[in-house]
Structure formats: C-alpha cells, structure tokens
C-alpha cells in the first residue's frame, strides 16, 4: 500500500476520448521529505513521519527545529504519518514524489470536512420534523430523551444539535484521472473532503487491496487443487 501528503487545490473538469466530461479534485502534491523513521523497537509501531511545503526557519519554535535539524531538512509547514507497508522502505532526508501514484489508481482520500458551525438535530441527522399544523408545539426539537427507566441519564452517544462537520472524513475508492509531475498535481475523479487549501492524505485503495489478495488466494487455490 502506498500513501502520499497533499494539499486540495479545488475542482475542474477534464474531457475524456469519448467526449464525457469527468468532475475531477486538483491535489497539489510536492515531494514529501522523510524526516523520522517510526520502528516496532523503538516506537511500538512501524511507520514514517513526512514534512510538505517548506518553511521559513525563522517561524519554527525549537522542538520542531530540532527535529528538522536532526533529519538534516529544510523546516516544513506540515508533518504527518504514513503507516503504508510500502512506504517503511525510505530513509531519512529521502523524498516521496507523486509518481508512485499513476493515472487508473484507485486510491482513498482521508481529510478533515468542512465545519459548519452548530446545527441542530434535524440538519446535523437528518431526523423528522414535527407537524407544521396550528397548535403543535414541536417542529425541530431533538425528540424525546427516555431511556425505558433503566437508565437515570441520557445515553452517550445520543444524536443531538452540535458542532456539524470539521471530523476526520475518508472517500473509499476514489480515481486517479491524470498524474502531472511537470506541475506537481494529481487529479482525482470526484470530490474529496474539505476545504480548499486544506491537507489531505492520498493511499492506495483499501478494499481494492484486499479485492486483489483475494482472487490471488482463489487462483493459487484453483491451480493447486489442478
């Protein structure tokens, strides 16, 4: 499984052969720079931590710049983790480019939704409204909060108005349209979460990965059974 850090620029559309348009997500993806090697020893877990987009050394506070100079690399507005199993193999100060992704990939977009400020009940979770009739007292309330007596509280988790949006969202099986090296782009065949200018991580596709494994498992069965 591969894994890059990006930034979404906004939406387009491009024509295929056959004359479709295709609503496509401009990703801007400069390299990512190694600067930390996660392992099972030292960490508890295998991974590496990846800077995007540089930054003025005057800006950083002295944590992250011991960190950047220890990796021996320029400091960097974002850092983030890939825990792909493809990804372990780079080193320190090395630079993962867009051009491990090609046009036909099917990968995931995991980003962070755009906020929406508080909502209640029926925007946030689509739940039903009163009646609209004279003499109804209830329209948009959050419903009734009994639990059958046996429990003196309200339920975690009971859907009710609060903050909408600004969570962690991910896309499954998402499209890569067109890898542009020259401009440092990738363009994605639909929408992915999130603002524009905002991070997003690219991976190859979950359940494509295991779709793959699958009918290799099949196959080998098949012909060992011949």
């Not at 479709?20 to 401009?26: D, E, F, G, H, K």
């Not at 825990?83 to 090609?102: C, P, R």
């Not at 046009?103 to 906020?115: C, L, N, P, R, Y």
């Not at 363009?187 to 494509?208: D, N």
Request: glycine residues 12%; hydrophobic residues 35%.
């Amino acid at each position: 499984m591969k894994a890059i850090i990006g930034r979404k620029i906004g939406m387009t559309q491009v024509f295929a052969e056959d004359g479709s348009i295709y609503p496509v997500t401009v990703v801007e993806v400069l390299p990512n720079v190694v600067t930390q090697v996660k392992t099972v020893e030292k960490d508890g877990y295998a991974a590496i931590q990846v800077g995007y987009e540089d930054k003025k050394a005057s800006r950083v506070n002295k944590p992250l710049k011991g960190i950047y100079e220890k990796a021996g690399v320029t400091p960097k507005y974002e850092l983030h983790e890939l825990k792909a199993d493809e990804m372990l193999g780079y080193a320190v100060g090395s630079e993962i480019k867009l051009d491990i992704f090609a046009a036909g990939d099917m990968i995931d977009v995991t980003g962070t939704s755009k906020g929406k400020g508080f909502a209640g009940p029926v925007k946030r979770h689509n739940y039903k409204i009163g009646p609209k009739s004279h003499g109804s007292g209830y329209h948009r309330g959050v419903g009734s909060m009994a639990n059958v007596g046996r429990i003196q509280r309200v339920v975690p988790g009971k859907k009710m108005a609060g903050h909408m949006g600004n969570e962690q969202v991910t896309i499954l099986n998402l499209q890569v349209v067109e890898v542009l090296p020259e401009k440092n782009a990738i363009l994605v065949k639909g929408a992915v979460p999130g603002p524009k200018y905002s991070i997003v991580k690219i991976r190859s596709a979950v359940k494509e990965q295991l779709r793959t494994r699958t009918v290799k498992k099949l196959l080998n069965r098949t012909q060992v059974e011949e």
